[in-house]
């Protein structure tokens, strides 16, 4: 059965489109779908070449909330190529299926594989196919005589019906094809669509019966395998010894349970150390998606086999493994036993330092955790680990997680998250927090950066995909809203313009008139109405759709009346359509760049020419720069901006002085390795095309500089990069512009959260020309549980020059008045 510790599992739906048999589409099963039993697992491999299991099985469920009888049912097995001498084998069944609860149906034994099933709860002697077959839950103990998808699905006996693999009878398309090691399951809330492909994934059988027991191929106790204590089987480094390896005698007390989702099973701790802090003490023992039989303290006796999980591929992994006893069974050998205790996380449990950087794979090195933060929380992979009074420094999410820090102190942000500051700087106290608790007993809390979770909050650390490691909350801290408050920045004097960058994350006009609300109240109130907004993630008038629909007014049209709603001004907008799906971001949206402004205090200088695929350029007149097209795209034929946003240059007069502001949305960090993965440093594969891009748009800006070294630039959006990266400093080299991200303090240097490490994405750099530059990062999506987008904006205000000096001290004069005329003569 597939396996899913992961808190964002990927869904493919196929779509059901008929198998073609004589040049005629054969029309797929759809039957009324089951309200209690259906069919939760079918396994054909038992006994092959490379199983480890002895029989092939089906596994019901109930998904009802009463007992499902299975008296006069059966389960009848038809071949994947089925022909007209093809028959259907019947085994029948007897008892119920309880709501929650499995009925494991033994089937054929062949002559390999080592472990057997679990007891089963009724039992054939059918042979199934490992890759290809059709099994149907029958009302009824005579064969069905259907041999295609159609009449099988007219047949009112049949309760439910799965085909795997190439199967010509099955519901909507066929599953995945397994193997002789892996079966097809039904997901975890056991939905039934009618579409086979949809409900089913192959992963690693887990045969569960009536009594919760559930091997998935392991052995019981007593029964052959290497005696191991889980310090043994964890060892000394990432990956156990024991890899692979049939274990037994595995002792320890239960700590906590998880009995949701498709990865439950529970987790051990050893009450007898030994004296090694490298070797954990924990260990999760998994079992399927069968609740475990087990209670906390509980102490259990269990056999099985060691595996080391991987979200992927093993060979080709960037993430870290978690190391698991899979396929057991065990025995409580007592109950209500004290539990061992945990490990308390002080500010200094965990190691200043990250990771261990040799370059490349991590997993053979022994681990070090009184140096490493890495190593550290491998060293106690399963174990309980408490942490009181832990601070949120990333904020819960719809997955239901968030994350805390164990060390406080640890680059401190002005508003409580933890601030990431360099490649070599990485917060080590960060921890992700998820719950076991029932959400019925304790919603999840929807805490923000700042707040706490005030007490004890413990439970054991697992390894995550998303996130590194995680601490499951067995117990859960009391929430302490500390009160964060959305900023509001100032409002610009008459002298000054203001510019603001905003990614408005995917904005299409399918998205509810609130997100508009927010963002309309985000320009008005928050950002005191800028004279131009830089916006990125602009999608088309009909969002994701992939239809070739480009144009985006519908977009924008819908924006700027949620602004005028919320007593702003009617802005105007410009903007260049991109070629349909070249741009990245989500297939069929075009998100693009665009500018807002306010007609009635900057104005904007059409200037035609500007096209898709048309690079703009720069022309000089009497002395000053001018745009060839405005708006025009920089050099969007180059290979820089494959798959990615081409950035928009506006020109841009205010009081009689131009500006030129140069919208920008550099490609993703998609494709770059974990921080918390198993390679050190992680590899950042990204860069290297944001470093390009960075180069052309360089190049682009000193050709205004070129000819006209006093111009008035602003460089401003998502360049989904930090202020030390390559690509940054490829802008801000030899000072032709600054970023101003790096001029305020290092406790205010982020614009967006991941991971609970505040850092930089957006940008805004400024040429030498402006004067009285004030800058502001205006924090109020990306530290919220409730975000209308999660970048924060930020804004420039500033004196544009004239390029004379007089003319320039004549502007700084006026603006000085305007604030001593602010200052004792306060408009109301």
Same mark, same amino acid.
């Given at each position: 059965m597939t396996k899913t510790h992961r808190s964002k599992a990927a869904l493919t739906v196929a779509v059901a489109s008929g198998l073609v048999l004589g040049g005629v589409a054969a029309p797929a099963a759809l039957a009324t779908p089951s309200a209690d039993a259906v069919i939760a697992e079918v396994y054909g491999g038992g006994g092959n070449s490379g199983a480890t299991l002895t029989n092939d099985f089906v596994e019901l469920a109930n998904h009802g909330t009463a007992a499902a009888s299975l008296a006069g049912f059966s389960v009848q097995y038809l071949p994947?190529?089925?022909?007209?001498?093809?028959?259907?084998?019947?085994?029948?069944?007897?008892?119920?299926? $309880?709501?929650?609860?499995?009925?494991?149906? $033994?089937?054929?034994?062949? $002559?390999?594989?080592?472990?057997?099933?679990?007891?089963?709860?009724?039992?054939?002697?059918?042979?199934?196919?490992?890759?290809?077959?059709?099994?149907?839950?029958?009302?009824?103990?005579?064969?069905?005589?259907?041999?295609? $998808?159609a009449d099988c699905a007219a047949d009112t006996r049949v309760k439910d019906l799965v085909g795997f693999g190439a199967a010509t009878v099955r519901e909507g398309s066929p599953t995945a094809a397994p193997a002789n090691a892996t079966s097809v399951a039904r997901g975890t809330t056991l939905a039934d669509t009618d579409d086979n492909a949809a409900d089913f994934t192959v992963g690693d059988p887990t045969p569960t019966n009536a009594a919760g027991e559930t091997t998935g191929g392991g052995t019981g106790p007593g029964e052959p395998g290497t005696p191991a204590k889980i310090h043994d089987i964890q060892g000394t480094t990432r990956i156990s010894p024991l890899k692979d390896q049939k274990v037994s005698g595995v002792t320890g007390v239960v700590t906590a349970t998880r009995t949701f989702g498709s990865s439950r099973g529970f987790w051990l701790t050893d009450p007898a150390p030994d004296n090694d802090p490298r070797t954990s003490e924990g260990l999760f023992v998994f079992t399927g998606s069968a609740s475990p039989a087990v209670a906390v303290g509980d102490?259990?006796?269990a056999t099985g086999t060691v595996r080391e999980f991987y979200p992927d591929t093993p060979s080709t992994s960037v993430y870290q493994s978690l190391t698991e006893l899979s396929s057991a069974q065990w025995t409580v050998d007592s109950h209500d036993n004290a539990l061992p205790a945990p490990t308390v996380l002080s500010p200094t449990t965990v190691p200043e330092t990250y990771a261990p950087s040799p370059?490349?794979?991590?997993?053979?090195?022994?681990?070090?955790?009184?140096?490493?933060?890495?190593?550290?929380?491998?060293?106690?992979?399963?174990?309980?680990?408490?942490?009181?009074?832990?601070?949120?420094?990333?904020?819960? #999410?719809?997955?239901?997680?968030?994350?805390?820090?164990?060390?406080?102190?640890?680059?401190?942000?002005?508003?409580?998250?933890?601030?990431?500051?360099?490649?070599?700087?990485?917060?080590?106290?960060?921890?992700?927090?998820?719950?076991?608790?029932?959400?019925?007993?304790?919603?999840?809390?929807?805490l923000n950066v700042g707040d706490a979770l005030t007490g004890v909050t413990s439970g054991p650390v697992e390894y995550s995909t998303f996130?590194?490691?995680?601490?499951?909350?067995?117990?859960?801290?009391?929430?302490?809203?500390?009160?964060?408050?959305?900023?509001?920045?100032?409002?610009?004097?008459?002298?000054?313009?203001?510019?603001?960058?905003?990614?408005?994350?995917?904005?299409?006009?399918?998205?509810?008139?609130?997100?508009?609300?927010?963002?309309?109240?985000?320009?008005?109130?928050h950002l005191a109405t800028p004279d131009i907004v830089n916006l990125e993630e602009i999608q088309d008038n009909t969002g994701a759709t992939d239809d070739g629909v480009v144009v985006a007014d519908q977009t924008l049209q819908k924006f700027t009346d949620a602004i005028v709603a919320k007593g702003g001004p009617r802005y105007q907008w410009r903007s260049i359509d991109p070629v349909n799906d070249q741009d990245g971001g989500?297939?069929?949206? #075009?998100?693009?760049?665009?500018?807002?402004?306010?007609?009635?205090?900057?104005?904007?200088?059409?200037?035609?020419?500007?096209?898709?695929?048309?690079?703009?350029?720069?022309?000089?007149?009497?002395?000053?720069?001018?745009?060839?097209?405005?708006?025009? +795209?920089?050099?969007?034929?180059?290979?820089?901006?494959?798959?990615?946003?081409?950035?928009?240059?506006?020109?841009?007069?205010?009081?009689? +002085?131009?500006?030129?502001?140069?919208? #920008?949305?550099?490609?993703?960090?998609?494709?770059?390795?974990?921080?918390?993965?198993?390679?050190q440093p992680p590899v950042r594969s990204s860069e290297v095309q944001r470093a390009k891009q960075a180069t052309v748009l360089r190049g682009f800006v000193d050709s205004l500089l070129a000819a006209d070294k006093n111009a008035n630039i602003v460089v401003a959006g998502d360049l989904n990069d930090y202020p030390f990266s390559p690509a940054v400093q490829m802008l801000t080299a030899g000072g032709a512009l600054k970023d101003l991200i790096a001029t305020v303090p290092e406790a205010e240097r982020y614009s967006y959260v991941f991971e609970g490490q505040s850092q930089v994405l957006d940008h805004i750099l400024a040429s030498k020309a402006p004067r009285g530059v004030d800058y502001d990062v205006v924090h109020i999506n990306a530290e919220f549980a409730d975000q209308a987008s999660d970048h924060d904006p930020q804004v420039i205000r500033f004196r544009p020059s004239t390029g004379n000096a007089i003319q320039d001290a004549l502007y700084d004069l006026l603006d000085y008045l305007e604030q001593l005329l602010g200052k004792y003569f306060p408009q109301p």
């Open positions: 994947g190529s089925a022909s007209a001498s093809s028959t259907w084998q019947v085994t029948q069944l007897a008892g119920s299926v $309880a709501p929650s609860g499995r009925y494991l149906v $033994a089937e054929g034994k062949g $002559a390999g594989g080592t472990v057997a099933l679990p007891a089963p709860d009724a039992t054939g002697t059918i042979a199934m196919s490992a890759t290809a077959g059709t099994i149907a839950l029958v009302s009824g103990t005579t064969a069905l005589t259907c041999k295609t $998808a102490a259990v006796t370059g490349g794979n991590i997993e053979a090195l022994p681990l070090e955790p009184a140096k490493y933060a890495l190593d550290f929380w491998e060293a106690h992979e399963s174990e309980i680990v408490s942490v009181t009074d832990a601070r949120v420094v990333g904020p819960s #999410n719809s997955f239901n997680e968030l994350y805390v820090t164990t060390k406080p102190d640890q680059h401190r942000s002005v508003r409580g998250g933890s601030v990431y500051l360099g490649y070599d700087k990485l917060n080590s106290g960060v921890l992700k927090v998820q719950s076991l608790i029932s959400f019925d007993q304790r919603p999840f809390p929807k996130g590194g490691y995680t601490l499951l909350a067995s117990v859960l801290g009391a929430d302490k809203d500390n009160g964060l408050q959305a900023e509001t920045t100032r409002k610009q004097r008459t002298g000054e313009l203001a510019v603001a960058t905003y990614n408005v994350e995917n904005l299409a006009p399918s998205d509810p008139q609130a997100k508009y609300d927010r963002l309309g109240e985000a320009i008005v109130t989500q297939p069929g949206g #075009n998100i693009r760049v665009a500018f807002l402004f306010n007609p009635a205090r900057v104005s904007f200088v059409d200037r035609p020419g500007g096209t898709s695929t048309t690079p703009v350029s720069v022309t000089k007149d009497h002395g000053k720069a001018h745009l060839s097209a405005s708006p025009g +795209r920089v050099d969007p034929a180059n290979e820089a901006w494959t798959a990615s946003r081409k950035p928009l240059a506006g020109e841009f007069v205010f009081q009689g +002085r131009t500006v030129f502001v140069i919208a #920008n949305h550099f490609n993703s960090k998609g494709g770059d390795q974990p921080t918390h993965g198993r390679n």
